[in-house]
């Protein structure tokens, strides 16, 4: 049996009344989560707000239960499913449901980005991620309230989420963080990839772009990638090799391996991204170009970036089965 929602839910956590809110929701308990998220998604559908609630799929039943009658008015999406690669929420579940409303309605939507099976590797990606909501939607009508599980989340995690959200609630109550400082975690996640000795390496310029493509892709065969995720990976390959020749110096070095249930591909260059927000932003469907890295985030199950005043790199993961 599942936990009522209790009806001392958080303040409306709305922020501005035309602006951008984004707080984070300590809980301990379904109870707490329940008494936290509920209400808050039916103040939005009172308000004849779109509503979308994005959570891992045990989390999502517990919100679809306590919702009733009125959960097929709100968008439910499993986050393990739909955020398994952190660099995808923003263009492929935020802004896609938030794009699709009225220009200037109010949007809420409840994101979960981070919980306690996420990997070592997965978490910089979800700690950027996070303070990257905040340039992401500023100035614009939509509140993202973000659960963090405070029994299962280590203290660094909780330590995050004050630095990646402007206010946290806890038992009802919404106060600021004084430990606010998303920048500041950008940089700090900007974490070194570490050069794997044993993969394949192949060094690549204009005139080999196909050959770098069709190695990978063998590679990734070989590693036991197939049909549609193989195919992934040569997209992916194909858009990062290219963005080396065009903005990344005219060359770059590939390398392919195999590492706990994955088929990894990696791209460096010496070129410098300067935008944190490149590849989460949807295109304009008038642009010409820039989708490389947006294509990459929507296809891989895992990106980390790591860039530096000599160089870039860039490592996709692909799960094999």
Do not use: K
């Not at 449901?97 to 981070?114: C, K, L, N, S």
């Not at 990606?125 to 100035?139: D, S, T």
């Not at 994955?262 to 008038?286: K, M, N, S, Y």
């Amino acid at each position: 049996m599942t936990a009522a929602a209790e009806p001392h839910g958080p303040v409306d956590a709305l922020g501005p009344a035309d602006g951008f809110a984004h707080p984070a929701l300590f809980y301990a308990d379904e109870r707490e989560y329940l008494a936290g998220t509920v209400p808050f998604v039916r103040a939005g559908l009172a308000a004849g707000e779109p509503v979308a609630v994005a959570v891992p799929g045990d989390r999502l039943e517990l919100v679809r239960e306590a919702l009733g009658d009125v959960a097929d008015a709100v968008c439910l999406l499993d986050m393990r499913e739909v955020g398994r690669n952190p660099g995808r929420i923003i263009p492929g579940v935020l802004r896609a449901f938030a794009d699709a409303r009225p220009p200037g309605r109010r949007v809420r939507i409840v994101g979960e980005p981070i919980w306690a099976g996420r990997t070592p590797g997965e978490y910089p990606a979800c700690a950027q991620h996070e303070a990257l909501i905040n340039p992401a939607f500023a100035g614009r009508r939509i509140t993202v309230l973000c659960p963090y599980d405070v029994r299962h989340l280590d203290a660094q995690v909780l330590a995050d989420a004050r630095a990646t959200h402007p206010t946290v609630i806890r038992s009802g109550v919404e106060r600021p963080s004084a430990a606010y400082d998303p920048e500041g975690v950008v940089a700090r996640y900007n974490q070194p990839l570490p050069v794997v000795p044993d993969a394949l390496s192949f060094a690549f310029h204009a005139g080999t772009l196909p050959t770098a493509r069709h190695t990978a892709t063998r590679e990734a065969a070989a590693h036991g990638l197939y049909g549609t995720r193989l195919e992934d990976l040569a997209l992916v390959t194909a858009e990062l090799t290219t963005n080396s020749v065009v903005h990344g110096g005219g060359s770059g070095e590939l390398r392919v391996w195999a590492e706990d249930g994955h088929v990894l591909c990696e791209v460096r260059d010496a070129g410098r991204l300067t935008d944190p927000l490149a590849g989460r932003r949807p295109a304009a469907r008038e642009q010409r170009g820039g989708r490389g890295l947006l294509l990459v985030n929507l296809l891989a199950d895992l990106v980390r970036v790591h860039s530096e005043p000599d160089g870039t790199t860039v490592r996709c993961w692909f799960a094999r089965g």
